[in-house]
């Protein structure tokens, strides 16, 4: 008995470093997107298969007497969607440029020879999220947050003004967009990204965050699907 649940638990080791590193002709999970119609965003990007839920309990479980965001930054790091990643990309834009994916919760950087650099992002809540094109107009390190008249009406608990930090929600790096409030910038709440949670702004891990700012020009175009 023993040694059959040693063999089970060795394939089943196996058959998940399999799925991580799969070959190109492996058939990759297609999730919904129905306001894309279907597989589109799919087709133009290609990446490594969904990671499989835990196969005891399907989620995260938080230590004892730690706070539960930290369960949930444990569940983002070790999802293989968000970790930065090179795909393969059949799309129509030009290297350089940034395509952000609402609904799949993707931003991408267009590169040379038919692929893109993935990174895992946080979008706008029900309600906040928007669409369009737009360009890098100005950057930041540790940026300083002044919360607009609207946000401060729905939350008049935040601060007026926040200088640049770790504790700043803006994180290491911002990348201002257009003449708009959004922002693709970073966050002190990694367990936060693959969710919607913003109020329009595309946050990302810090490390990530500072990855993209070091690779992202002024006036470079932004896709936001």
């Known amino acids: 008995m023993q040694r059959f649940v040693m063999t089970a638990l060795l394939a089943s080791a196996l058959g998940t470093g399999a799925a991580l590193a799969a070959p190109p002709s492996a058939t990759y999970h297609t999730e919904p997107l129905p306001s894309l119609g279907g597989g589109f965003i799919e087709y133009l990007f290609g990446g490594r298969p969904t990671a499989a839920p835990d196969p005891y309990s399907g989620r995260y479980q938080t230590a004892r007497g730690e706070p539960p965001e930290w369960a949930e930054a444990r569940r983002a790091e070790a999802d293989p969607?968000?970790?930065r990643?090179?795909?393969a990309y059949q799309g129509s834009e030009k290297p350089g440029t940034v395509i952000i994916d609402t609904p799949r919760r993707f931003l991408y950087l267009v590169q040379e020879n038919g692929h893109a650099l993935r990174y895992g992002i946080g979008v706008g809540?029900?309600?906040f999220t928007w669409a369009g094109v737009k360009e890098v107009s100005s950057k930041r390190e540790w940026p300083d947050w002044t919360p607009p008249p609207e946000m401060l009406k729905r939350r008049p608990d935040l601060p007026q003004h926040m200088a640049g930090g770790p504790e700043n929600p803006l994180g290491a790096r911002a990348l201002y967009l257009g003449s708009s409030l959004y922002r693709i910038h970073g966050s002190n709440e990694p367990w936060t990204i693959g969710t919607a949670v913003s109020s329009g702004c595309i946050r990302m891990r810090n490390e990530d965050v500072i990855d993209?700012?070091?690779?992202?020009?002024i006036g470079t175009k932004v896709v936001v699907i």
């Open 81 to 83: 969607r968000y970790q």
């Open 212 to 217: 993209l700012y070091e690779r992202v020009p």
């Open 85 to 87: 990643q090179v795909v």
């Open 125 to 127: 809540r029900p309600g």
